[in-house]
């Protein structure tokens, strides 16, 4: 019964792995002005997939861009926090059949020193849904995230401490351990048939060093594989250890497949990096 149970477990967080709702913005201030790219999902926005097939058309988003463009700038806001001047929409398209790209131009009356920026996606999205934003103050790199628990943030020019790019990222890190399913629901399946401490350390370290590595390397763009084959990857890694647990089966020691499966999670990681667009320093 405790087998079955660790299957039916795994296989269910399967199904959410990796599901968080996420969007992003990359924010470029050059005196009076601020260009702002952002990307979304559009299947998270009701109404857009006329025909249900899980993709979105060229002529679906033509057909819904004049309804999902006033919503995007009534819940992406920014300021300085007097608002812009003048906001131009200056391109919209499709990347992966379903994420819009859409490119804004803010101008405003003075060049902009400090930077306000509202995000309320969440509200037309997914109630979970963060927006991950990556602001560029001429060449010094600010990051923050806002979800529905926090919803503003403010970016001011000149460069960022140490610390507190370190402390913005220990965040991004806790929150991504408590919304990673794919990766507890892997700790998960190794764990539920660990018999020893010695055991669990052994696997949770060998994880945790893998992980470390693949994530420096795909960081750095040293090693890069895409984020299909990764996600599809993390899945298997999930799938085989579920059916070691049921079966009862050990190719290898535990702690060296939780080693060759952590070093693909590290890759998982990596992406949320990649879409932040950080520099090299940081």
Not at 32 to 46: D, M, S, T
Not at 160 to 186: C, M, N, P
Not at 229 to 254: C, D, F, K, Q, W
């Amino acid at each position: 019964m405790q087998i079955i149970a660790a299957l039916w477990l795994t296989l269910v967080l399967v199904a959410s792995a990796h599901d968080m709702p996420r969007s992003e913005s990359r924010v470029e201030v050059h005196g009076r002005e601020v260009r702002v790219a952002i990307k979304l999902n559009l299947l998270e926005l009701g109404g857009v997939d006329a025909n249900g097939d899980g993709a979105i058309s060229y002529d679906e988003l033509e057909g819904a861009i004049d309804r999902i463009y006033p919503q995007i700038r009534n819940h992406f806001v920014v300021g300085i926090p007097d608002p812009p001047t003048r906001i131009a929409l200056v391109r919209y398209g499709l990347s992966e059949g379903h994420v819009l790209d859409l490119d804004l131009l803010y101008t405003f009356p003075r060049d902009v020193k400090e930077l306000q920026i509202s995000s309320t996606l969440h509200r037309i999205l997914q109630p979970g849904h963060q927006h991950l934003i990556s602001v560029d103050f001429d060449g010094d790199l600010h990051e923050g995230v806002l979800d529905a628990a926090n919803t503003t943030a403010v970016f001011t020019g000149g460069r960022t401490s140490y610390l507190k790019t370190v402390w913005s990222f220990v965040k991004l890190g806790v929150e991504h351990i408590f919304t990673g399913y794919d990766h507890l629901a892997f700790l998960v399946g190794l764990l539920i048939v660990a018999t020893s401490i010695g055991s669990m350390i052994k696997v949770i370290t060998s994880f945790t060093i893998a992980h470390s590595i693949t994530l420096a390397l795909a960081t750095f763009n040293v090693v890069n594989i895409p984020v299909r084959l990764t996600e599809s990857l993390i899945a298997l890694s999930i799938g085989y250890v579920a059916m070691e647990n049921l079966l009862g089966i050990r190719a290898i020691a535990r702690y060296r497949i939780t080693f060759l499966f952590g070093l693909i999670h590290g890759f998982g990681f990596s992406n949320v990096l990649h879409e932040m667009h950080l520099s090299r320093s940081h």
